[in-house]
């Protein structure tokens, strides 16, 4: 999840205090926040970004004291984006709105030029010249990526940012070979996802968070998101994050746990790629039924390792899985050696 506390794009000490506890903590991938592939792709002027050579040696460094201290396994990746009309906005705590004239704003990017919302800056809409920028700026991160030792790569093409917004109907009224038509309006997302994969070393995992549903009427469905997986998956991705929501200020969302899996779920069983599901997925015995069903082949957590970053751990103990590796210096809580451990966590003990 974004942090929005870099510094003009390059990560710091709260980052290297984020990411080392999330590293120690047993999952088994850590996908940095997304982060944008030019300046004024960031959301905010909080944005972590992979632009130039400051970003990529300030991640690299960072990336590497996460392995020293990860259990072995634990693999890293990141999340490549570009906000498009809703770049140049304040920190959630700042309240969330496109900056305003005395809060060092900048021109935004959108398939079309039409506004996130009202009171939000009219986006220039791209020209072909600005669309191979924007793409040549895809492949230059994802380059630096790779350099910088991740294991995996995501486009962010959810969530109403720049590649979500080119997909949408309700985004892209572009009347040229961009736009119109289902396959018109994805043109663009797989011509960078196309170029990304081909930038990458072998080695390097290719995915990518795709949209569910835009929740919102004439947007998209679960059904375009079955297509554009196995049009990625012929693009040479291994998986897709399925997610929802983001490309309108006000979606017809109803949330409840697991509330976006059935997205994920429907996206697994239709199109021939493997699928990662999210949605308010909270407990471990749920996460588990989620994988355990079919119904995704992975799960990501998020706001839950933000509340408790030793989620996994605690995870294991309720399921009465084997125990997560722990750094020598933290063995002492394990609930084997420690009774404290069914008085902190008595949901488990009761599981």
């Not at 790569?153 to 572009?174: D, K, Q, T, W």
């Not at 736009?179 to 995992?205: C, K, N, Q, T």
């Not at 050696?337 to 966590?345: C, D, E, I, M, T």
Request: charged share 20%; glycine share 10%.
């Amino acid at each position: 999840m974004c942090q929005y506390q870099a510094d003009d794009g390059v990560p710091n000490e709260w980052h290297l205090m984020h990411y080392l506890q999330l590293a120690i903590g047993g999952a088994g991938l850590i996908m940095f926040e997304a982060t944008h592939v030019e300046r004024s792709g960031r959301i905010t002027h909080g944005c972590l970004g992979l632009y130039n050579d400051a970003q990529e040696f300030a991640l690299k460094r960072l990336l590497a004291a996460c392995r020293r201290i990860a259990p072995l396994g634990t693999r890293f990746g990141i999340q490549l984006a570009h906000a498009g009309r809703k770049a140049s906005a304040q920190r959630p705590w700042d309240g969330g709105k496109s900056l305003g004239p005395h809060e060092d704003p900048w021109p935004t990017l959108a398939p079309s030029a039409v506004p996130f919302a009202d009171g939000w800056q009219t986006p220039e809409a791209l020209d072909e010249d600005g669309m191979a920028r924007v793409k040549t700026a895809f492949v230059h991160a994802a380059l630096r990526a790779a350099r910088a030792g991740f294991d995996a790569v995501e486009l962010h093409c959810a969530h109403g940012y720049l590649l979500h917004e080119f997909a949408s109907p309700l985004s892209n009224l572009r009347s040229d070979g961009y736009g119109g038509s289902p396959r018109a309006r994805l043109r663009f997302p797989m011509e960078v996802a196309i170029a990304v994969r081909a930038a990458l070393p072998v080695e390097v995992a290719f995915g990518a968070r795709i949209t569910g549903s835009d929740y919102a009427a004439g947007g998209l469905t679960v059904d375009d998101a079955i297509v554009f997986a196995d049009r990625l998956k012929e693009s040479g991705a291994v998986y897709v994050c399925v997610s929802g929501g983001g490309n309108v200020a006000r979606p017809n969302i109803q949330v409840s746990p697991g509330y976006q899996v059935p997205l994920a779920a429907r996206v697994r069983a239709h199109s021939d790629m493997r699928t990662r599901a999210v949605g308010l997925i909270v407990a471990p015995q749920q996460a588990e039924q989620i994988v355990a069903s079919g119904a995704a082949d992975m799960v990501a957590i998020a706001r839950g390792f933000l509340d408790n970053p030793r989620w996994a751990w605690h995870a294991a103990e309720a399921l009465q899985a084997p125990s997560i590796a722990r750094p020598p210096a933290y063995a002492r809580t394990e609930a084997s050696v420690w009774p404290g451990a069914l008085l902190a966590r008595p949901s488990n003990a009761a599981s």
